[in-house]
């Protein structure tokens, strides 16, 4: 009688241990720097394949309007992490807003004067007496004065014409321009859906400018009350990353999958594979995404200080801008 009592005791504590219910999920909130384009693809991809899941996170990704907006969206905790800019996010940093990168994916600037292939503009020299179509005041256009002094280039060298994104686009699609002032593997790519053209990219970065570019940046705040999340989002974005490296296609299409009005994968896909070589730079190629080098930073902000508009304050520390005390320690 003692052993059926006990068994069947025994019986009734699996049962109400089978009843709880597993521990849920931390919902978090992702929000991007613009509409889904190709750069984005590991966080989608780490989301379909359960990367995200594995770490105990259930993400949300949103599209944003900009970087400033979505720095401006997790400085205000309506969003938890972002995906933007960073030296845009320095420049609400150095004013007071309570936001850090917890990571840098791009460690080499995308930023490039680009044109149609059959222009043959490849190389600074090809840029005089052009037609050059700039956003005023974005991120491009802030630095494009360094690029001219790099090159040896004048403003009276080429024609410059201003209109917002979409204008610049049309422009060089239209033929009013010769080239506009883009990132590698976003506008390109779109002319390229566009018109079914290629474009030549002339890389900043191939001409001495060494900065930083896209990161994933949170509260202050935030991070320091939920720094055991902070860590596990970061983990599971490095895993992300690292997955979709080797199948850019495939990451590609994750995109699709969660929005199939997202593009097309020809360039979505190609537009990714534009983006991996600027993960690491000759210090970093041995290390895992997002762990950014001091020096990169340093020379990130000294060069937004001098033609960014920047406030010089910002050297005082450039250490208070990130860290990377929430990165994964060892191999993938």
């Known amino acids: 009688m003692l052993r059926m009592i006990g068994a069947i005791t025994t019986a009734l504590i699996w049962a109400a241990l089978s009843t709880v219910p597993a521990s849920a999920a931390d919902k978090v909130v992702l929000m991007l720097n613009w509409y889904v384009y190709g750069e984005h693809a590991p966080f989608y991809y780490g989301k379909a394949k359960g990367i995200y899941a594995a770490e105990g996170i259930d993400l949300e990704i949103q599209e944003g309007?900009?970087?400033?907006?979505?720095?401006?969206?997790?400085?205000?905790?309506?969003?938890?992490?972002?995906?933007?800019?960073?030296?845009?996010?320095?420049?609400?940093?150095?004013?007071?807003?309570?936001?850090?990168?917890?990571?840098?994916?791009?460690?080499?600037?995308?930023?490039?004067?680009?044109?149609?292939?059959?222009?043959?503009?490849?190389?600074?020299?090809?840029?005089?007496?052009?037609?050059?179509?700039?956003?005023?005041?974005?991120?491009?256009?802030?630095?494009?004065?360094?690029?001219?002094?790099?090159?040896?280039?004048?403003?009276?060298?080429?024609?410059?014409?201003?209109?917002?994104?979409?204008?610049?686009?049309?422009?060089?699609?239209?033929?009013?321009a010769d080239l506009l002032l883009g990132y590698v593997m976003d506008q390109s790519m779109k002319i390229k859906d566009a018109t079914g053209k290629d474009v030549y990219p002339i890389k900043f970065a191939d001409y001495g400018i060494n900065m930083v570019s896209s990161g994933v940046v949170a509260n202050t705040d935030y991070v320091k009350a939920n720094a055991d999340l902070v860590k596990r989002f970061m983990s599971a974005t490095t895993k992300a990353v690292e997955a979709a490296e080797k199948d850019p296609k495939a990451a590609a299409q994750s995109i699709l999958d969660a929005n199939p009005k997202g593009g097309k994968i020809e360039t979505l896909t190609q537009g990714f594979e534009l983006t991996i070589p600027l993960y690491r730079t000759p210090e970093t190629k041995a290390k895992r995404p997002f762990e950014v080098t001091d020096q990169n930073m340093t020379d990130t902000v000294n060069l937004m200080v001098e033609y960014g508009g920047l406030d010089a304050k910002a050297k005082d520390n450039p250490k208070a801008f990130y860290t990377n005390d929430y990165l994964p320690k060892g191999g993938s």
């Open 65 to 176: 309007r900009g970087s400033a907006a979505t720095t401006q969206a997790v400085a205000a905790k309506t969003a938890d992490f972002g995906y933007v800019d960073v030296p845009t996010m320095m420049r609400a940093a150095v004013k007071g807003a309570p936001i850090v990168a917890a990571g840098v994916l791009l460690q080499t600037s995308p930023m490039s004067a680009m044109g149609f292939v059959e222009k043959n503009i490849k190389k600074p020299e090809d840029i005089k007496g052009k037609t050059v179509a700039i956003t005023p005041a974005d991120s491009m256009t802030q630095i494009w004065p360094l690029f001219l002094k790099k090159t040896g280039l004048k403003e009276s060298d080429f024609t410059t014409v201003a209109g917002d994104g979409q204008t610049k686009l049309n422009a060089v699609i239209n033929g009013q």
